[in-house]
């Protein structure tokens, strides 16, 4: 391993004590959103700018900042949340370090990896970046070159890494978990200690296709460390199931809960897209918490879990 790692592996052995000892459950439920994005407005982006050719969509642009988020999380109730890096500023991390750095009671981070590192070189930046406040691992298997696999050289040594770190890995399926099961196995299997994430109900969409990509995503059940968020609703149903999705639930979100339980699922909204769909960013909230009863599978959904893999928001 690179020096670099050396030097901050003392303080990294920190994070993990203090990880630990705060993976508690608090004495309050909280509420966490465990999947979001943020990125800097158009006067923002002098200071932080946007990755090549990745300008957000115009209607969104200034609707996504750390501070916009911050009053949607108070109207809706929410405690905390896990900013997920966003591709618009891709594998520059700063602004999202600046708002984990700015309020660290209700921001934790989601890194991107880069496929084009090599393995000593992407577990040195995952190491760096978990001193600024970033708890987890997003792969996103369109950035790898093609034919290429997550299960391999840097993508394999991070995953490892994570498992040695307590660090969760998200993995965005974004068009289909067929095409991605293989390799998602492969992962698995090459590590079984790595908690790992799927993304928006696996983007299982309830089409005849969704269904059979569901089928497999209920099979990941078997492994213990595979959670599923809860998230992004909107990205799943059809032209049939308004909101509140009534039929996503019992379609999707039902049998989640009686194949893998609360404590491995993950209430999460995908702000800022939600802002006009869902009912608004409350509206994302408040619908899957009405698919739960009072009680610990609610505290589990809404919270619980998000608070037990990456750490409570204290």
């Known amino acids: 391993m690179q020096s670099t790692s050396l030097q901050i592996y003392p303080s990294l052995l920190c994070l993990l004590f203090f990880n630990t000892i705060s993976a508690f459950p608090a004495s309050m439920p909280r509420i966490i959103d465990s999947h979001l994005h943020i990125w800097a407005t158009s006067s923002e982006s002098t200071s932080f700018p946007y990755a090549p050719d990745q300008i957000p969509p115009s209607a969104l642009q200034n609707l996504a900042s750390a501070d916009c988020l911050l009053k949607h999380m108070e109207a809706a109730g929410v405690d905390g949340a896990l900013i997920v890096q966003p591709i618009n500023h891709k594998y520059d991390h700063s602004y999202v370090a600046d708002a984990i750095k700015k309020h660290p009671t209700?921001?934790?981070?989601?890194?991107?990896?880069?496929?084009?590192?090599?393995a000593e070189m992407a577990v040195s930046r995952l190491e760096q970046l978990v001193l600024q406040g970033f708890v987890g691992v997003r792969f996103n298997p369109y950035l790898w070159a093609d034919g290429a696999s997550m299960s391999s050289e840097s993508g394999l040594s991070v995953y490892k890494r994570c498992g040695e770190l307590n660090l969760p890995v998200g993995i965005m399926c974004f068009k289909g978990l067929d095409l991605h099961y293989e390799d998602i196995v492969q992962l698995i299997q090459k590590s079984?200690?790595?908690?790992?994430?799927?993304?928006?109900?696996?983007?299982?969409?309830?089409t005849e296709k969704g269904n059979k990509q569901f089928e497999q995503?209920?099979?990941?059940?078997?492994?213990p460390n595979v959670l599923v968020k809860i998230s992004a609703l909107f990205r799943n149903t059809d032209s049939l199931d308004s909101f509140p999705y009534n039929k996503?639930?019992?379609?999707?979100?039902?049998?989640?809960?009686?194949?893998?339980?609360?404590?491995?699922?993950?209430?999460?909204?995908?702000?800022?897209?939600?802002?006009?769909?869902?009912?608004?960013?409350?509206?994302?909230?408040e619908t899957v918490k009405s698919w739960l009863g009072e009680g610990e599978e609610r505290d589990a959904v809404m919270g619980g879990t998000a608070e037990r893999v990456f750490g409570e928001w204290i």
């Open 106 to 118: 209700k921001f934790k981070g989601m890194m991107l990896h880069d496929p084009s590192l090599s």
């Open 192 to 206: 079984p200690d790595t908690v790992c994430i799927l993304d928006h109900l696996g983007f299982c969409a309830l």
């Open 217 to 223: 995503l209920l099979s990941l059940a078997q492994y």
């Open 248 to 285: 996503l639930k019992t379609h999707r979100f039902d049998p989640l809960m009686e194949r893998f339980g609360a404590t491995r699922l993950l209430m999460g909204t995908d702000f800022p897209y939600v802002i006009e769909t869902e009912g608004g960013y409350k509206g994302a909230v």
